[in-house]
């Protein structure tokens, strides 16, 4: 975790308003639609086999499943203020996948809004979820002009067969930034997203596990 000295200017004008100022930037906020973050990349040349994305599991010790982090409220107190997502973190990663995964050319059925259960209805379709061990945004002040900061990144994924105690594919994503500015933070968590799912979808293990469902 770096620490960062701000220019006294600065400074002052993050005294304006809450929660702006230096430290604030104009990155979308997790999960608007503009936080999902386009991978340039080409669909596949060989279609694969439907998928069904389902909500990940929050593993994460917070107050609130929409909770991201903390942040300095104004300049000149030591006041911070929750910073929270559009939804359920939960949810927004694994809406990450329908988007990423549409934009590779997948047919995906979106159950982000249903809890992925042991019965389930997609038996001809494998089902990506996983679990959010940390997706967080988090800065304070150390003195008067003064930040220290950081995110962290951590997301298993997860893909699962007929029953979903069968996992046939899984992989953990761990990354951090010492970034204390909040608009570089956010771009970070969105382009991890982004990285994850291009990951994924070139590993052949994982386009294997996809296939096993259609054979």
């Given amino acids: ?14 005294g304006c308003a809450n929660l702006q100022g230096p430290l604030w930037g ?6 608007t639609p ?10 596949l040349a060989t279609p694969l086999p439907p998928v069904a994305v389902y909500p990940f599991v929050d593993k994460r010790s917070v107050p609130d499943p929409t909770f991201i982090g903390e942040h ?22 694994a809406r990450a996948f329908v988007h990423g995964l549409r934009e590779r050319g ?15 209805a997609e038996e001809s379709v494998a089902v990506i ?7 967080s945004s988090s800065s304070r002040r150390t003195g008067l002009v003064s930040y220290e900061g950081s995110a962290a990144y951590h997301i298993r994924v997860q893909v699962y067969g007929r029953e979903v105690g069968e996992v046939r594919w899984e992989k953990a994503h761990l990354k951090t930034s010492d970034a204390f500015i909040v608009n570089s933070q956010l771009v970070f968590l969105s382009r ?22 259609s054979e």
């Fill in 1 to 14: 975790m770096k620490r960062w000295i701000l220019p006294v200017h600065l400074s002052i004008l993050a």
């Fill in 26 to 31: 104009s990155a979308p906020s997790p999960f």
């Fill in 34 to 43: 503009e936080f999902y973050r386009s991978s340039g990349n080409a669909p």
């Fill in 72 to 93: 300095p409220a104004r300049t000149g107190t030591h006041g911070r203020s929750a910073f929270y997502a559009s939804e359920p973190v939960a949810t927004g990663v």
């Fill in 106 to 120: 997948f047919q995906v059925l979106d159950r982000t809004m249903t809890p992925l259960r042991r019965e389930r």
């Fill in 129 to 135: 979820s996983g679990e959010v061990l940390e997706f």
């Fill in 192 to 213: 991890s997203l982004a990285e994850t799912v291009d990951e994924a979808v070139n590993d052949p293990a994982f386009r294997a596990a996809l296939r096993r469902n």
